[in-house]
């Protein structure tokens, strides 16, 4: 499948973007009245033609559209502090698309070794995984947030921080409803800030373990966004 990102689609025609042109007709070397498969990243997936094989504007014509392509019947939501070095960040950002997040909250913590990220370099790289991995739907990547402010907008029922504080001895399986929105917290590589854990704890929002291993950030992150997936496998109605 020949899958392009195409989130201004509005029409049954459509043109690439010179980028997307070039890799269409040059690297797949696809031609007049080939088929391939436009995603706008809100569920849509649309069969189209090629009517032009233009190498900077390649012209499609829409034969066929399905809507909520791909849709998740849950929301897992990783709020996480950037590592110091970008790779790991830019690789969890990689893969949780891939396993299917829905959102990605960059958080601005005491302990924090990053304090700004591009953001427009994340959202380019969770485009090439959805599209990898055919997913319908773009995660939201949200900025760098300060981790206080944050906590004060957090729907603490559904909003789970870890930290490696002995507290923390529940996994999230314990808490686990199917169909439920998840929020996880995970911390820099120094953890969170005594006074972070505390403003959470006020907050209403509950300590999670995700294990006996001392996990790095992004590794810590990518578990808790797999776990959360395999508990809605398990537990998803027959």
């Given amino acids: 499948m020949h899958l392009f ?18 890799h269409c007709t040059r690297v797949l070397r696809l031609q007049h009245g080939d088929t391939v498969y436009l995603v ?12 032009d094989a233009h190498q900077k504007k390649c012209k499609l014509q829409i034969i066929d559209k399905q809507i909520e392509y791909g849709k998740l019947p849950y929301i897992t939501h990783i709020a996480v502090a950037p590592t110091k070095n970008m ?6 950002v990689e893969k949780a698309v891939e396993i299917g997040v829905s959102e990605i909250t960059f958080l601005l913590c ?3 070794e990053r304090r700004n990220l591009r953001l427009d370099r994340m959202e380019k790289i969770a485009v090439s995984a959805m599209k990898q991995s055919q ?9 760098m947030t300060p981790y206080h402010y944050f906590v004060q907008k957090a ?5 789970f921080i870890a930290h490696l504080e002995d507290d923390a001895t529940k996994s999230i399986k314990d808490y686990y409803s199917f169909g439920q929105p998840y929020c996880i917290l995970i911390g820099p590589e120094g953890d969170f800030s005594p006074s972070e854990i505390k403003s959470a704890y ?3 929002i509950r300590p999670v ?7 790095r950030t992004e590794t810590a992150a990518l578990v808790a966004c797999h776990t959360l997936n395999v508990l809605h496998d398990i537990y998803a109605p027959l």
């Fill in 87 to 92: 790779d790991r960040m830019e690789w969890f």
């Fill in 135 to 143: 997913k319908g739907y773009m995660p939201l990547l949200n900025d």
């Fill in 110 to 112: 005491e302990h924090s």
């Fill in 40 to 51: 706008d990243g809100v569920g849509g997936m649309y069969t189209a033609i090629i009517q």
């Fill in 5 to 22: 990102y195409t989130p201004d689609i509005n029409s049954d025609f459509y043109t690439l973007s010179e980028e997307e042109s070039k």
């Fill in 209 to 215: 373990t995700l294990g006996n291993s001392r996990l």
């Fill in 155 to 159: 729907v603490p029922e559904a909003t």
């Fill in 202 to 204: 006020e907050a209403g």
